[in-house]
């Protein structure tokens, strides 16, 4: 009964019966099944898990380096930051040393006058420069 089906299914699907009738055991899948491990020495076994461990510390090694890249170079940005930041403070300082604008109907009237004689121009009448 069991040869009746094997050599239906067998025709039907095209498949040669010589590859089959080879097999002492017909497996549940066509493909042969994988070849067993051999059993290794001790010393071979040992060697094995201390290249494992290497290899293992090495790329530990490696994500430690990148690690430490990342956060100098994250520290390098932020002391550009700061640098930045302080350079357009400079800046700013800088650019304050000319007095505001005063409106008036007309146009607008700049006091160009440094920090260290806004005193004495406010006891005296201040120079007026008239952008146009």
């Known amino acids: 009964m069991l040869d009746l089906l094997m050599s239906f299914v067998l025709n039907h699907a095209n498949i040669d019966i010589s590859i089959i009738s080879n097999a002492s055991i017909l497996p549940h899948s066509l493909t042969p099944p994988p070849p067993k ?13 201390e290249e494992e461990e290497e290899e293992e510390e090495e790329e530990d090694k490696k994500k430690n380096e990148d690690k430490k890249k990342k ?17 357009r ?14 409106q008036t109907r007309d146009r607008s009237i700049y006091i160009k006058v440094s920090h260290r004689y806004l005193d004495q121009c406010t006891q005296h009448q201040p120079t007026f420069v008239y952008d146009e």
């Open 37 to 49: 491990k051999k059993k290794k020495k001790k010393k071979e076994q040992e060697e094995e898990e």
């Open 89 to 102: 403070r400079r800046r700013r300082r800088k650019s304050s040393s000319t007095r505001g604008v005063m």
């Open 71 to 87: 956060e100098d170079e994250e520290e390098e940005e932020e002391r550009t930051r700061i640098k930045r930041r302080r350079r």
